[in-house]
């Protein structure tokens, strides 16, 4: 099976941006007025001269009503140096949703915050082409 993907951008923030320095998880969180389904997530880090404070651990979660969370994925491993492009796989959560959040739960040098330069969310389409469908001549 060779899935095909093709993205299409729904949203992008463009800023420089940090949470306020309390306790881990912190989240950016998108309401949208209509459903998703497969999605792509992406950011920048910021172009900064400190080395704290960039997500190195996150979780996307969805919901439908923005009270009820589900956990789709944790992320490890991410980017923490400045002005770095981290961009995710594409994400089949095999539901609708309305609500996404990106919950941070650990950034470099275990500081009590994270900052962020540009997010941006992807509607994905997922095509799965499986040669052993296709009839033979």
């Not at 969180?29 to 172009?47: C, L, P, S, V, W």
């Amino acid at each position: 099976l060779h899935p095909r993907v093709r993205r299409q951008r729904q949203m992008c923030i463009r800023d420089s941006w940090h949470t306020p320095q309390s306790p881990l998880p912190h989240y950016i969180q998108i309401d949208f007025k209509e459903e998703h389904e497969n999605f792509a997530f992406g950011y920048y880090t910021r172009n900064t001269s400190n080395t704290d404070g960039y997500p190195t651990a996150a979780e996307f979660q969805i919901s439908n009503d923005g009270e009820n969370w589900e956990t789709l994925t944790v992320l490890s491993g991410l980017p923490t140096t400045k002005a770095t492009r981290y961009a995710s796989d594409y994400v089949i959560a095999g539901k609708k949703f309305k609500h996404f959040r990106f919950n941070v739960i650990s950034s470099s040098l275990n500081k009590n915050y994270f900052h962020i330069a540009e997010i941006y969310f992807y509607d994905v389409e997922v095509e799965v082409y499986d040669p052993e469908t296709i009839p033979l001549d």
